[in-house]
């Protein structure tokens, strides 16, 4: 388990990693190569609306995923709340181990 996570980590770090060197490069490339600043502007535009379309699709993917998990949560815990699975009033409402709960 510990090894798929670090696998996943790695894949991440990479993809960042190569995202960055690319908009590095391209932007040296832009400033040095010589151009007009009106076709300097044109390249800059293009460059960047090849580079953000990639991650607006992965950003809308990822809202759409956390959008359809939360919902199904919801879902889940009230249908639990409707045939009693879960009793509200006697949950533990105080704030003591709150710490221990949700540490990473």
Do not use: W
Not at 38 to 51: A, C, G, N, P, W
Not at 79 to 93: F, M, P, S
């Amino acid at each position: 388990m510990a090894g798929e996570e670090g696998s996943k980590k790695l894949k991440r770090y990479v993809m960042l990693g190569s995202f960055l060197g690319g908009l590095v490069g391209a932007t040296v490339a832009v400033l040095v190569f010589p151009q007009s600043s009106e076709e300097r502007r044109r390249t800059i535009s293009d460059i960047q609306k090849e580079l953000f379309k990639p991650v607006k699709v992965k950003f809308k993917e990822l809202v759409d995923h956390l959008g359809d998990s939360l919902i199904m949560a919801v879902d889940e815990a009230a249908q639990k709340a409707v045939n009693g699975k879960i009793n509200l009033d006697d949950e533990d409402t105080s704030d003591e181990g709150m710490e221990d709960r949700y540490k990473s």
